[in-house]
Each structure stands twice: as C-alpha cells, then as structure tokens.
C-alpha cells in the first residue's frame, strides 16, 4: 500500500501525527481508563465502572456548577453576541483612520492575558475602594460586594467575560459584514428600506453562517469556561468557585477534583461527561441550523 | 536535441480512460503542437513526457532510452505552465535561477546562464522585477526563461498563451517561432486552439476522446483529413457536413443524391466500395459559392439564416431542406436572413466520410 | 416642476440633518465605548505612574502623575522579585512554543493541502475532529503522561504537549490550499526535492499565515495560564503568569500599585504585539471565523 514515493509525504506528516498521537490521541484514551477507574496517582487503580460518573452526577457540586453553567451561558452567548454586532456594525458605519481606531480599541481588551484582565477587573470590583464603588459613591449609592454578594456574582463574572470576548467575535462579524456584496444594500435601499430594515433584511440574513459561527464557538468556549471564574474566585485548588459555589462551573469542579483532592479518576470521568455534553449540544445547534436554512 | 517516441501509451482514472494506446514519434527539432478539445487527454500526454503525471501502460523513450521511472527533474525536459507558475516571493532572476541554484551551480555560471536567456528573450532590465510587476507578457516570457535556462532536450508548453489576450497572443506566437529557429529544440505545444496549432506546428497532433485522430503538417491535415473529426475540428468557420446517398458507381465517378434533402452530385472518385451506401460530404466554406441559376447541377437550395460580415469576407450561414447547416463563403453578395439562395459545390472540394466519420479517399 | 423640485430640495435637507444626528450619536457611542474597553488599561498605567501611598480610591486616575516613582516600582519588580527570571521562561515558552506550532504545523498541512498520501483522509479527520473536544478532557491526562515522562518542572514539559496544535493546521491548510498546483510542479521539474519544495516554495508563499499564526501563539502562549500552573509549579520555571498570581493572590503584602505594575509588565509584551501586527491578527482571527 505505501510505496517508496509516499516515504517523503509520509515523513513530512510524522512529527505534527507523532505529536498528535502521543499528546491528544493516548490521553484521550488513558483518561477513558482512567475514568473507570478510582486512583489517586500513587495507589492502585481499582476499576469502578461507571462509578465515578454516578458520583458525580450524584454530587451537589455537580448540579450547582452545571445549573451556573446553564444561566451563564443564556446570558453570555446572546448578550456577547449582541454587543459584538452592535459594535461591528458601529466600527463598519465608520470609515478609513477611525473605522480602524475604533476597531483595535474594542479589540484591546481580548490582546490582553486572561489573568491580566481578571486581575484588573478585581480591582475595579473591589469593595470600598474600587472604580465601580468609587463610582457608585458619587450618586451616593452605597458600596457592593461584586464578588462576594451571591446576588451579583454571577453577573459581574459575564461582564467580565463580555468585555473580554466582545471584540473578538467583532473581529469576525466585521470580516463578514465586509464580505457582504453592495448591491443587496444599495437593491434594498432602491425598494425604499430604511436604515434599521437594511440591518433586519439584509445584514443579519447575509450574515447568518458567520453569526452561526460564532454562536457555536461562543457556546463551546462558554460550556468551557474557567479562566475568568477561577481568577476571579479563589485561584487556588483549594480556594475556587467562590462564596457558596456562586462561581463554580464544570471545568473548574473537574480541576478541583483532580488536582485538589487528587481524585484523577473522577476528574478523568468529569471530563468525558463534559465532552459528551459538549458534543450534544453542538450537534443539536448544527441539526438547528440545517432546519433554519431549509425552511 | 532529442527524440521523442511513445509506444502504447494508456492512462485511466479510476474507470475513466484518458488515453487510449497512443503512439508517436516525434523527431529532433521538431515543433509538435498537440491540439483538441478539452479533455481530450493532450495535457495529461504531455504531463506524461514531463514526468509530472505516471506511466501505467507503455513507454516513453528519449533518445531511445526509456523514461518512464527518471525523476522529472533528470529527464532533460522543461515545461512552460499556463499559469506561468513564478514564484511571486523571487525577483526573475531568482525564478530563472531556481532550478541551477537547486543544482548548486557555481554563482557565475548561473549569472551567465541566466544572462544569456534574459537576451533571446529581451528580458535583461526586468530580471530584478517580482512577478508582481510585470505584465503578462513579461511573465510568459520569464516562465519560458525558466525552461530555457535548463538547456532542456525537450521544451513542453501547456497552453502557455491563454492567459494572454489576442493581440499579445499574436506576438508572443511570432516570438515562439523565432526562439524555436534559434534554439532549434524539440517542442512540444499543447493548446486547443486550432489557429494557434496551425501557426506554431511542424508537425499538429489531433486528438480527442483519448485518441490520436491524426498526425501531420498543418496543411495536410486541413486539405486531407483521416476522418470527420479532425475535418471539422481545423478549420474556421468549419467545414459543413450533408449527409447523402450513393445512388450509382460507375468508371471512375459516382453519383450521390439526396444531398441536403434533394442535391444531386456527380464526383470523380476512385476505387469507391460499392457496397457503402450512406455517407457524408465535407465540403469548406471556401468550396461553396452563391450560383446565379437554379437547377444547374451540384447546386443547392437554401434558406439564409444569418449572415456574418467580416469586412473582407462574408460567410452567408444558411439552412438546407434536410435542415443541415451550410456555410458559404462570399466576398461581394449581400443577403438577408429568411431570403432564399441557391448554392453551388465545387466537386474539387468535396471530401467523402462513411456514416462512422473515417474518410473515403478516392485511389488516384 | 418647480413644485417637485422644492420638495426634493427639503427631503435631502430633511436627510441631512437626520444624518447628523446619527453621526453626533454614533460618535458619542463610539467614544463611550472606546473608554469602556481601554480605560481599566490606561487606568492600570494611572496607578503604576503615580505616588506610592495615595489610596487607589481618592479619584480613579485619569492621567499618570509621576513618572519617576512608576519607573521605580518597576525596576524595584525586576531587582527585588523573580519577575526577571520569570520573563526569561515566559519568552523562551512562548518562542519555543512558535518555532514548534509553525514547524511541525507547517510541514504537515504543506501535505495535507498540496498532496495525496495514503492514510491522509483519516489522520486529516481525525486532527479535525479533536478540534471539537474540549481541552479540558485532555488536560489531565496530558498531565499524567507528562509526569511519567519525567518532564514535570521542565522546559520541555511545557512546550513539547502544546506544538500539535490541530487550530494552526487547519489555518495553515487553508492557507496552503491556495498555493497554486502549477508552482508546485513547476519547482519539481526545476529539480527541487520534496524538502526543497517545502522550504523554497511553499514555506515563502505562506509567508502572511506562518506570521499570523505566529502572533496568535504568541498571544496564547503568553497568557496561558493553567498548564504551566499544574506542569510547573516550581519557582525555577515561574511564569509571568504565576508570578503575577503570586502578586495578585489576596494575602501578598504588596500595595495596588506595585501589583498593577507587575501586571503591567506582563500586559506589555503582547500590547505592543498588538499594536505592531494588529491588522494581521484581525485578519487571522477574522479567517479562521468566516472560513471555518
């Protein structure tokens, strides 16, 4: 099957595949094993069966970071989404020197290190002292405890995250708006449509596989998120998640488990629950769309 | 210098065949332009010699050895791409020198080399240029440059002018002849473009479906076609094509009716097979005229369908009662569309097809 | 007529002044958002260029107020605190990180994109279908087999895991699909070797995606932040990252301004990235999201 002249296609491949195979492919499949099995890393694995998943979908925990996860994601997606448009729609309305000004300011906070921007944005939340208490001060509203009142901490972790991905998924919706040909806009402007019908007939419908695109990726990188709670929460295996679990999510449990309590087979099953999660729901936003574009 | 042969050569994809047991010989400094439709399996042949495409079946020789397994780049062939195929990140010098930087040839070696290619071909104040800025042309002329610079035995050209437009494509097809008498290299030239192929050819290879349909000089293959295919592929506009009956043959001649649904001809023809009955008479627009009286014999009935004027030439595009298609060259009369005219066939002109398309030729 | 032409005439004063309305509101928008999305940096730059001592809460800081004293915390960061060091790892990570991602990415997708081999259809589906599975499954894994490797607190142990990135070979076959067959040929023929080809024709075509994938690892490189935390929590192999946690952690006696400077320091270098390639990271960001 392989002849002599495939050798130096096949020795290009080898370093990425070998990679691949060692660094992907065998923890993929050791982390299966793994998550049958209980095992701390220094005792004997003892095969559990599906075990670990029972425990864990049996755990408190488990339940309160997916219920987090939930209303994260309902609120995050559509409202990064929104303001992402909003704001390629603002920086494309612009032209030439400030088109492009605008556009890197909005950018600015996503070149920024994740652990930079949770850092600032602690900062600003800070009790007393901080910007958005300073602020409140001023209309002589008294100070809020963003990150440690249950009632406010979820939604001062999505404004995080929204300043953070805005100007990312606008990098991506402005490439699309731009792909859009003229005459759709100058066609819809002939039949008399105003500003505000162009953006509902012509722009969104144009735009929807890039919207499409950038819905998934915000839902699969949401279902993922951990960074941002976890900078913004205790940052430490044994200090996360925040006042009563406000602030915990799957991969942050996950972690937790594993590099916490050491409990890497649970950890590993944690991990495939969450694949398998992640799979149904972007399969089930793909069959969505297959509908939306046969209707 | 070389020469070419291919013996039994056949190429398929998957169950797609593209070649069919071709064979040729080409001979040392020879212009060979093989021409036909698209598909026609012209650019794999020619991928074939370059070495770019495998050899399943068959052989090909150079210099009467086989190089079937040399690499490519050892064949002593270059090849000159439609697409020019330059390096856009290499000024033309660099293009030029790829290949004898590739063989690490000495520096002056390669700026003689390249210098003396950038001189046939005029390109001397470019060489610093990146594709980029330069014009189709100038591009042409620096992939030839390339192929030159290889001193190859054999110069392979894969529709190198279409990307050119026509008054360019003239010039350029001037240029070609004049590098080919000074290089005196064997060339081969595959196009689909039947006018190109007259122009440039020693020697025209048609092909189609896979087959070579003919192989010649220019001339020979527009005045005496193997078959109806190659009759109708050279030549523009085409030589028209009525069926027919042979009715009777007799010493020498025969007699075939029914031509366009009511023409009667008597040709001198030799050696006809009396057992044919059906056929088909070429004939060009060149051998058709508007005759002035009806009746007269080997003249038609028509109806003008339309009518092209060229300035110097006119060709009265008219209907027969069959319904077939004939084209008449004229230089003075002036017709309109719907108006009946007569026809008349130079019997000197008219070629003989059997109903499969190969040629009848007459034994004088 | 000149009834009609009156009314045309109010109609498109009537527009222009609509117009400008729109335009004063858009501006306004436009500026209010631009403070929104840079003024925590401007204002992180505020608090490092100003006395020591004077609570962050007094005014947020709208200009910088002293040079000298920033200047100070800075070079008191690198003299009196591993930031240094930390920098040295950060760099060498993310660089190493690059050379790998665009070398052996760059090798593979030049085959994935331009040539048929057997095994390709299923080693390409494979790659692209990791790309669906969430980093975290793999972490801890990876993680395990790092450790057995014997690479826990290496250098390589922080690179060597991350160079298969399957992201930077999708974008570069993208890439490397557009390089025309006929070039490829053209350089076979020139007697150019596979590995000739490579690096002679394809490598320089490429030249605008290798750079932006380049800025892109870079940027994830350098703020990444969970692997070098679990593979190397040794102080030796700190990065900027973890040194700036250990600024940020919530009982270090350190004072805002001295954080925010280290945070500063470690915004720096992709700012200025940012600010020298921002049109080529938009465009690979923007490539990756319309044509995937």
């Known amino acids: 099957m392989i002849e002599k002249k495939h050798i130096p296609h096949l ?79 603002l920086v494309d309305s612009f032209k030439g020197f400030w088109s492009n000004f605008f556009r890197s300011a909005f950018f600015m906070p996503v070149v920024l290190p994740m652990f930079l921007a949770a850092t600032i944005w602690r900062w600003i939340y800070t009790p007393n002292i901080g910007l958005l208490n300073t602020i409140r001060g001023w209309f002589g509203l ?48 002939l039949d008399g449509a105003s500003k505000l019908q162009e953006v509902f007939y012509v722009t969104i419908p144009m735009l929807y596989p890039v919207l499409f695109f950038v819905t998934t990726y915000g839902v699969i990188s949401a279902l993922q998120v951990f960074d941002t709670p976890w900078l913004l929460t205790g940052s430490s295996f044994s200090d996360y998640g925040g006042r009563q679990n406000a602030l915990l999510f799957p991969v942050m449990d996950m972690m937790g488990r594993g590099f916490g309590e050491l409990k890497f087979g649970q950890a590993s099953a944690y991990g495939f629950l969450l694949t398998a999660v992640i799979v149904v729901v972007t399969a089930g936003m793909f069959a969505f769309r297959r509908k939306g574009y046969d209707a | ?27 040392s400094g020879e212009f060979v332009v093989f021409v036909g439709p698209s598909g026609c399996g012209k650019s794999t042949l020619l991928r074939m010699i370059s070495g770019l495409e495998e050899i399943a079946d068959g052989e090909i020789r150079l210099d009467g050895k086989v190089v079937n397994r040399v690499d490519p780049a050892r064949r002593g062939v270059a090849m000159v791409f439609q697409s020019y195929a330059l390096y856009p990140h290499m000024t033309a010098f660099q293009n030029m020198a790829f290949s004898l930087s590739m063989a690490r040839e000495p520096k002056a070696l390669i700026k003689e080399k390249v210098g003396r290619a950038a001189e046939i071909l005029r390109l001397e104040k470019l060489l610093e240029r990146r594709p980029g800025e330069l014009s189709g042309g100038q591009k042409q002329r620096v992939a030839i440059g390339r192929a030159i610079v290889r001193e190859p035995k054999v110069f392979l050209f894969d529709e190198p002018l279409s990307n050119l437009d026509t008054e360019l494509r003239v010039q350029m097809r001037a240029e070609l002849i004049q590098l080919h008498d000074k290089l005196g290299t064997t060339m081969i030239y595959v196009t689909h473009d039947q006018v190109e192929a007259m122009t440039l050819a020693d020697k025209m290879v048609v092909m189609n479906g896979g087959i070579i349909q003919q192989c010649g000089s220019p001339l020979d293959l527009y005045d005496d076609p193997d078959n ?47 057992s044919v009955r059906e056929v088909e008479l070429g004939i060009r627009p060149d051998y058709v005229e508007i005759a002035s009286e009806v009746g007269r014999p080997g003249t038609l009935e028509t109806k003008v369908a339309f009518v092209e004027e060229l300035g110097d030439v006119t060709y009265i595009h008219t209907d027969t009662a069959s319904g077939e298609r004939l084209v008449i060259r004229s230089n003075k009369a002036r017709y309109r569309g719907g108006a009946q005219c007569v026809a008349s066939l130079d019997p000197a002109g008219i070629l003989l097809f059997d109903r499969s398309g190969a040629r009848i030729r007459s034994t004088h | 007529m000149s009834a009609s032409l009156t009314m045309i005439g109010q109609r498109t004063q009537a527009a222009g002044w609509d117009f400008s309305v729109w335009t004063v509101l858009k501006w306004a928008v436009a500026i209010c958002l631009t403070v929104v999305a840079v003024f925590p940096i401007v204002w992180m730059v505020n608090v490092v260029f100003a006395e020591p001592g004077v609570p962050v809460s007094i005014n947020p800081r709208l200009v910088p107020t002293s040079f000298s004293h920033g200047v100070e915390k800075i070079r008191m960061i690198f003299t009196e605190t591993p930031y240094l060091r930390a920098y040295y790892v950060s760099i060498a990570y993310s660089l190493l990180t690059i050379a790998g991602v665009l070398i052996v990415g760059s090798m593979a997708a030049f085959e994935f994109a331009l040539f048929e081999f057997p095994g390709k259809r299923p080693m390409f589906a494979v790659v692209m279908l990791s790309l669906m599975v969430p980093s975290a499954v793999t972490l801890i ?40 067959k006929e070039m490829i040929e053209a350089a076979r023929l020139d007697g150019a070797s596979h590995f000739q080809i490579y690096l002679h ?49 919530p009982f270090s006696h350190v004072t805002v301004d001295v954080v925010m400077a280290a945070n500063l320091l470690a915004a720096l270098p992709p700012l200025i990235f940012f600010l020298l390639f921002q049109r080529k990271i938009v465009e690979g960001i923007a490539m990756s999201g319309t044509k995937g």
Request: overall charge positive.
């Open chain 1, 11 to 89: 020795l290009m491949v080898f370093p990425f595949m070998a990679l691949f195979a060692v660094f992907f492919l065998y923890p993929i499949v050791s982390g299966l094993i793994y998550s049958f099995h209980d095992w701390n890393a220094t005792t004997q694995m003892r095969f559990v069966g599906l075990g670990n998943y029972e425990r864990i979908i049996a755990s408190r925990d488990f339940k309160k970071a997916m219920w987090n996860l939930g209303t994260y994601i309902v609120i995050t997606v559509p409202l990064g989404i929104a303001v992402s448009f909003c704001l390629a729609l």
């Open chain 1, 142 to 189: 008294e100070s809020v405890q963003f990150l440690n009142d249950t009632s406010t901490m979820l939604y001062s972790l999505i404004a995080v995250d929204v300043w953070v991905s805005a100007g990312f998924n606008m990098v991506i919706i402005l490439a699309g708006l731009k792909n859009i040909p003229k005459h759709y806009y100058e066609a819809a402007r």
């Open chain 2, 1 to 27: 210098m070389a020469q070419l042969e291919i013996v039994d050569v056949s190429k398929s994809y998957g169950t797609v065949e593209v070649l069919k047991n071709v064979n040729l010989s080409i001979s």
């Open chain 2, 228 to 274: 109806k295919f190659v009759a109708g592929f050279i030549g523009s506009p085409k030589m028209n094509f009525l069926r027919a009956t042979v009715e009777a043959v007799h010493g020498g001649r025969i007699t075939v009716a029914d031509v366009g649904g009511g023409g009667r001809f008597d040709l001198p023809f030799a050696g006809f097979n009396a």
């Open chain 3, 141 to 180: 894994p990876r993680y395990l087999l790092t450790a057995d490797l014997g690479w826990l607190n290496t250098m390589q142990g922080l690179v060597v895991p991350g160079l298969a990135s399957a992201f930077g070979l999708f974008m570069l076959i993208q890439f490397m699909k557009s390089i025309p």
């Open chain 3, 201 to 249: 024709v394809a490598l320089p075509l490429s030249k605008n995606a290798l750079v932006t994938l380049a800025i892109l690892t870079f940027m994830q490189t350098w703020g990444n932040f969970i692997w070098p935390l679990i593979v190397a929590p040794s102080p030796q192999l700190y990065t900027v990252g973890q040194v700036v946690g250990l600024f940020n952690a």
